[in-house]
Every structure is written in structure tokens, then in C-alpha cells.
């Protein structure tokens, strides 16, 4: 049915790995709530 050569044509354009495009994703949103935490710490 499913061969080997149609799974691997799903792999994302830039870094080659699914998992490593979501860790980035999770990386950035982490600092992101950071950022934006002690942003908001020193200016209120």
C-alpha cells in the first residue's frame, strides 16, 4: 500500500525533522512568555 519513498516526501522544508521544528517552536514560546513576564515586571 505504503511505501517507504511516499513517507519521506513529508518531511518539512528547512530542518529535515518534525521534531526539531516543534522543540524550536516550544524554545521560542519559552522565551517568548519570558521575555514578556519580565517586561512586564519592571514596567509596572
Do not use: A
Request: hydrophobic fraction near 50%; proline fraction near 5%.
Amino acid at each position: 500500500m505504503h511505501d517507504k519513498k511516499n513517507r519521506t516526501d513529508d518531511s518539512p522544508p528547512l530542518f529535515g525533522s518534525w521534531k526539531i521544528i516543534y522543540s524550536l517552536v516550544i524554545i521560542e514560546l519559552i522565551i517568548l512568555i519570558t521575555l514578556f513576564f519580565i517586561l512586564t515586571k519592571v514596567f509596572s
